[in-house]
């Protein structure tokens, strides 16, 4: 299995950037495909990005797409969020999570999680 570990978070003002990363350990990292979810207060967790096991595919939640860029490096196990543009409406806790079938629908491992929280 894989261990995940989320940093980067912080409280920022609308219209800037944060750079989130998720550093994995345990099994090969580039064995996963990854993701990153967020949960608000009071609303359930949500999808906001997904990469294959290359980085090669990309897919973005639609009120995200434009502003915020996923990547990965297998080389250094870790896995990136870019978030420009920053809304109050993205405030909440960002996970990363690993997809060990690769089909962006069950995610096995989660990491415990960065807050991010934008004032307007």
């Known amino acids: 299995q894989v261990q995940l570990v989320e940093s980067g978070g912080g409280l920022v003002q609308a219209g800037d950037s944060l750079r989130l990363s998720c550093a994995a350990s345990?099994?090969?990292?580039?064995?996963?495909?990854m993701g990153w979810f967020r949960q608000a207060p009071g609303k359930e967790r949500e999808f906001v990005a997904a990469?294959?096991?290359?980085?090669?595919?990309?897919y973005y939640a639609n009120d995200v797409k434009g502003r915020f860029t996923i990547s990965r490096d297998n080389a250094k196990n870790t896995l990136y969020l870019q978030m420009n543009s920053l809304k109050p409406e993205d405030t909440g806790v960002y996970y990363c999570?690993?997809?060990?079938?690769?089909?962006?629908?069950?995610?096995?491992?989660w990491g415990q999680g960065t807050q991010v929280t934008v004032t307007p």
């Open positions: 999570a690993a997809d060990p079938d690769h089909d962006y629908q069950i995610y096995d491992y």
């Open positions: 345990g099994h090969s990292f580039s064995n996963y495909a």
């Open positions: 990469t294959s096991w290359s980085g090669s595919h990309t």
